[in-house]
């Protein structure tokens, strides 16, 4: 099976902020992987797929880019609507592998 | 426009088996894959597996086979998942979600509690 590391864990910044999140794979997948969005209580939310493509209605504040075993998803102009847990997602193969995903929170 | 709507929530006793329904509309139901993903309570997102509405075929992740069952009713453009003898640990929310990469469309999730 595909491992999906994604450092760090949990984060913290302020309003205005950059913010990178970093996604690596076990081996290498190509450009097969997915980036959301999950607010408490809701099912998660596409913003990224392919590693680098912007989802329809996805404010451009985000981003992301990778290819091979190492991506990241950036948020620009981080804003208080962005709190919420990012997962990676690989489809390179089956199973298909979340990594444990990173939490977001304003300061 | 593509909606993926599920059944409620469930509260079931240890033993005992939950049967959550996800129905599709705004698409052709036999044209994408049907994923299953659960989320234990404070933890991650894990790839349960999927069917393929057209043949009905299943695959199942490590981990949710044997008491876990993908199925689909095409005649009401609605996939299942059957959990029998539910353990406390099955107790999370489950989530369908549509395609062969897992994109942009997820239904609101069911939530399963297990407890005596």
């Known amino acids: 099976d595909i491992q999906m590391t994604q450092p760090p864990s949990s984060l913290s910044a302020s309003v205005g902020d950059r913010v990178t999140i970093t996604c690596q794979a076990s081996?290498?997948?190509?450009?097969?992987v997915n980036w959301y969005q999950q607010k408490p209580g809701k099912a998660p939310n596409l913003l990224i797929y392919d590693a680098s493509n912007l989802h329809s209605g996805v404010p451009s504040r985000f981003s992301a880019t990778g290819s091979g075993t190492d991506f990241s998803f950036t948020i620009n102009n981080l804003q208080p609507e962005d709190v919420a847990t990012y997962y990676c997602?690989?489809?390179?193969?089956?199973?298909?592998?979340f990594g444990p995903g990173t939490k977001v929170d304003v300061k | 426009q593509v909606q993926l709507v599920q059944s409620g929530s469930e509260v079931k006793k240890p033993g005992a088996s939950v049967k959550i329904s996800c129905k599709a509309s705004g698409y052709t139901f036999s044209d994408s894959l049907m994923n299953w993903v659960r989320q234990a309570p404070g933890q991650g997102l894990e790839w349960m597996g999927w069917?393929?509405?057209?043949?009905?075929?299943?695959t199942y992740a490590q981990g949710f086979t044997g008491r876990f069952v993908f199925s689909v009713d095409t005649s009401v453009n609605t996939a299942y998942v059957q959990i029998s003898s539910l353990k406390p640990e099955d107790s999370a929310v489950y989530y369908c979600?549509?395609?062969?990469?897992?994109?942009?469309?997820w239904g609101q999730g069911t939530p399963v509690t297990v407890s005596s």
């Open positions: 979600a549509r395609g062969f990469t897992i994109g942009d469309f």
């Open positions: 069917i393929n509405p057209n043949t009905g075929n299943p």
């Open positions: 997602l690989q489809y390179h193969n089956l199973p298909r592998t």
């Open positions: 081996q290498d997948i190509s450009n097969h």
